[in-house]
């Protein structure tokens, strides 16, 4: 194991050839899948729309391979329509808002095309972590205008079943993959994380027969701005 770890090290020594420092900005959206008690499975609507912020870092070789991380900080929020609870002239809405933060690791090649202009794709894990995840619910008769909101609640410390155990969990690991394109300094990219970890944890109901499940996905789009090359 020792003489793999030093094969790959020795590797990245010697075909390192520069690396790069940036940051970026861009869209993304959380598809949520889930199925949650006797429902049938159900994806979250609307989505959770917002945006990704951070500090990225590039470690390019020789034939256009290379290795891709980032710090990443994401904002996402949705918001319900109006809908009529059962016969009681009652109206609700719910709305979120999440914070979190992701690390991607990923392998990435890079085909020239021209002088300073590349194409490029990239694949690899994501691992996230939650920071804060707040549920809200507002609700009033069809005939007000002003409704009632409830207090936020943390996402991740409801506890349904009262059992002690929390229901939903903060980190996962995506498998990302996605594309992109490189004009000098500036960068697109765009791509597609698959939610590998069930963020329902509640270990009473994953012991049922057909266990209730909730996994993530996310899409997204990213501008870059690289700093230049370091030379090796």
Not at 62 to 79: D, H, M, P, T, V
Not at 212 to 225: A, H, K, S
Request: hydrophobic share 40%; glycine share 10%.
């Amino acid at each position: 194991m020792k003489r793999i770890i030093l094969f790959v090290c020795l590797g990245f020594i010697i075909f390192q050839t520069n690396a790069q420092i940036g940051f970026q900005l861009g869209f993304n959206q959380a598809l949520e899948r889930a199925k949650l008690g006797s429902d049938g499975e159900y994806a979250r609507d609307p989505a959770l729309n917002g945006f990704k912020v951070g500090i990225l870092y590039e470690q390019n070789f020789k034939y256009g391979l290379g290795l891709y991380y980032a710090l990443n900080y994401s904002f996402l929020i949705n918001q319900t329509k109006w809908n009529t609870i059962g016969s009681s002239g009652r109206l609700q809405q719910e709305s979120n808002m999440e914070h979190y933060l992701d690390v991607p690791v990923h392998f990435q090649y890079k085909l020239l095309l021209a002088k300073d202009t590349y194409m490029m794709a990239y694949l690899g894990p994501t691992f996230t972590v939650g920071l804060a995840a707040e549920e809200k619910v507002a609700t009033k008769y069809i005939q007000e205008n002003f409704p009632s909101t409830t207090a936020p609640n943390d996402r991740y410390k409801i506890d349904v079943d009262g059992d002690s155990f929390y229901d939903y969990g903060r980190f996962d690991v995506k498998a990302s993959i996605g594309i992109g394109f490189q004009f000098r300094n500036i960068q697109l990219k765009g791509g597609y994380d698959f939610g590998l970890l069930n963020q329902y944890i509640d270990t009473y109901n994953n012991k049922e027969s057909k266990p209730w499940f909730d996994y993530r996905n996310e899409w997204n789009i990213r501008l870059v701005y690289v700093l230049g090359d370091w030379k090796w």
